[in-house]
């Protein structure tokens, strides 16, 4: 999988990178590590609970290119820094 960060037209930078993509997802999961090496600037931040009830806020990136075979999309990448919510019991996950 090849990852393109857009945010500076004089300066792409592009790292190519083994993973697994999950059909399923309905978006890009990258952790600190790939938005350094990317140079993604944080847009906003998302509260996200999770499977088990725990609430999460996670930062959103700018827009990033993604290339996999013959396919290709443009989207905000959710990861980096994660700030935990105390858990709220009987709270629905998302």
Do not use: Q
């Given at each position: 999988?090849?990852?393109?960060?857009?945010?500076?037209?004089?300066?792409?930078?592009?790292?190519?990178?083994?993973?697994?993509?999950?059909?399923g997802?309905?978006?890009?999961?990258?952790?600190?590590?790939?938005?350094?090496?990317?140079?993604?600037?944080?847009?906003?931040?998302?509260?996200?609970?999770?499977?088990?009830?725990?609430?999460?806020?996670?930062?959103?990136?700018e827009?990033?290119?993604?290339?996999?075979?013959?396919?290709?999309?443009?989207?905000?990448?959710?990861?980096?820094?994660?700030?935990?919510?105390?858990?709220?019991?009987?709270?629905?996950?998302?």
């Amino acid at each position: 999988m090849l990852i393109t960060s857009i945010n500076k037209e004089d300066e792409i930078r592009t790292l190519k990178i083994e993973a697994m993509p999950d059909t399923g997802a309905w978006t890009l999961v990258i952790n600190e590590d790939v938005r350094e090496k990317l140079g993604l600037t944080i847009k906003e931040t998302s509260e996200s609970t999770l499977a088990d009830g725990k609430a999460n806020t996670y930062d959103v990136t700018e827009g990033v290119e993604i290339r996999w075979k013959d396919r290709y999309t443009v989207l905000p990448a959710v990861g980096g820094s994660t700030r935990r919510k105390r858990h709220t019991p009987g709270r629905s996950a998302v």
